[in-house]
């Protein structure tokens, strides 16, 4: 049985990739190149169904986040894990248990959260921190919508080149609607790289707004006679 599925564009990496999870897991993995690679091997393959999905997310016939859609649409409970197109030296904000391995790929991580990922429940949700893909997408210099859910909360998030120009809940918009859905924490989410802002109500540069969106979910923790001395 195919546990992992690894969709990376560089052979090379690909095939380190599937050695390093032979050698530190046992599992079985299969290593495809392309959207168009993957899903002919899968019409192949009638009785694979892939747990993990190790993913590029931007190369030449190969959108991450759309292919990713794709497949957990048709695999209930598949986890997936981004290798963006950026390194780890560029990433401003580090995010416990983050499902996104910049290179240089730190594989011990990238194991540890391959084990963590092989234990959930067969149909757990794909879930990500809402600072994990808003930074990403963002130095990844993505445009599009990104809807994020929540439980009954639902929020969009509207970019352009890795800008974020809008934000919307169903009871804030521009900055403070930002501030609203990392106080979610862990979220799942889509992607629709067609659609464009309704409007433009973000000024800060996405990494201050993050970290400042940080600091006000931690002040909101805090007990209310510590937030009146915050």
Not at 12 to 27: A, C, K, M, P, S
Not at 63 to 70: E, K, R, S
Not at 107 to 113: H, K, Y
Not at 225 to 230: C, D, G, M, N, P
Request: proline share 4%; aromatic share 8%.
């Amino acid at each position: 049985m195919t546990q992992l599925l690894i969709v990376h564009r560089d052979a090379d990496i690909g095939r380190q990739l599937v050695q390093l999870v032979t050698d530190y897991t046992g599992y079985e993995s299969a290593f495809t190149r392309s959207e168009s690679e993957t899903l002919v091997w899968l019409r192949r393959q009638s009785g694979a169904h892939p747990r993990i999905l190790l993913i590029q997310l931007d190369a030449p016939g190969l959108d991450g986040l759309v292919l990713g859609a794709t497949l957990s649409g048709i695999f209930s409970g598949l986890q997936t894990l981004f290798f963006p197109p950026y390194s780890a030296a560029e990433q401003r904000i580090e995010v416990a248990g983050s499902k996104i391995f910049p290179e240089p790929i730190d594989g011990e991580r990238l194991i540890a959260m391959i084990e963590r990922s092989v234990r959930m429940i067969g149909n757990a949700p794909d879930l990500f921190h809402a600072i994990d893909i808003l930074q990403m997408c963002c130095l990844a210099k993505r445009s599009g919508g990104l809807q994020m859910v929540t439980g009954s909360q639902l929020g969009t998030v509207y970019l352009k080149d890795g800008r974020i120009l809008h934000a919307e809940t169903q009871s804030a918009r521009g900055e403070d609607a930002v501030f609203d859905l990392v106080g979610w924490g862990e979220i799942e989410f889509a992607y629709d790289r067609g659609v464009s802002p309704p409007d433009d109500t973000v000024k800060r540069n996405w990494d201050e707004l993050l970290i400042a969106a940080i600091e006000e979910r931690q002040r909101r923790a805090l007990p209310e006679w510590r937030r009146q001395l915050a």
